[in-house]
């Protein structure tokens, strides 16, 4: 059963005479008639009564008519449905990114795309580079943005940038009073450290520098370990881009030696096809400059 046929069928049935639906629907009777022949034959009992002056509907077409037009319905809100998702004027768009990339860069994208699309629906993942990476994969989300290396997977992975990680401190620190300090002068101090990929790279460039931290607490919060922070419980290893937002009673300083950085980039499934609201969306994201400062 064909959409098209159901629609003939529903136009003999309005017109009640095939000549008439025929020349409706810019068909030869003899085509019309051939596809209502089909359509009885498939479903296995005749559907019109057959005058000489008028057709109507035997009880089994008035029954088809009914489901007919719902279907012609459902298959027309359909199509206007995928016309809006590819025109930008509908559908619904679900990105992930971890919490430094989300808070400090990606409300600029937003506002721009919120602006170029308003009725494209935006939701946004947060999470770890391993929770937006296993999104990616399980299609939660279309795309997402993470610290690389990512974890095992069938991934594309497009770098967005490179930045440095820092130290902040509470301004009453000692350290507070440097511009920059080795990361070997902070053995002994207490961390608090960032949950997620940056976390393993805190605690990595700690060791290379010849001490294994001593861990006063975790977060996957970024306001929880700049709070934590300020109120003097510990020092904190962050990447640049996450101390943006630090408070008045925080102090960023920079780190000296090897640098300790971490690159972060966009993650997508290898062969997705992208919507394309989410191709708008990494555009801009690519266009608005996904540079911290320095």
Known sequence: MELYQLKYFLEAARQRNFTRAAAHL??????????IRKLEAELGTPL????????????AGETLRAHAEVLLERADAARQAVHDVVGLRGGRLTIGAIPSVSACLLPSV??????????VELALFEGTSEAVAQSVESGRVEFGIVQLPTSSGDFEEHPLFREPFVVIVAKSHPVARQRSI??????????????????????????VAGFEP?????????????????AGLGVAILPRLATRQCPDN?????????????????????????????????KLVAALSFRPRR
Not at 48 to 59: C, D, I, K
Not at 110 to 119: C, D, G, T
């Open 26 to 35: 810019h068909l030869a009777q003899a085509a019309l008639s051939e596809q």
């Open 48 to 59: 019109f009564n057959r005058g000489r002056r008028e057709t109507v509907l035997t009880a």
């Open 110 to 119: 937003i506002a721009a795309f919120r602006k170029l699309h308003p009725l």
């Open 182 to 207: 080795s990361l070997a002068k902070l053995n002994g101090e207490p961390f608090i450290l960032y949950k997620g990929r940056a976390r393993d790279t805190a605690l990595a460039a700690c060791r």
């Open 214 to 230: 001593r861990i006063a607490c975790e977060s996957s919060e970024l306001e929880t370990i700049r709070s934590l922070v300020g």
């Open 250 to 282: 925080c102090s960023v300083v920079l780190l000296r030696g090897d640098p300790v950085e971490r690159e972060v980039a966009v993650l997508s499934r290898t062969g997705h096809t992208a919507s394309p609201s989410a191709g708008v969306f990494r």
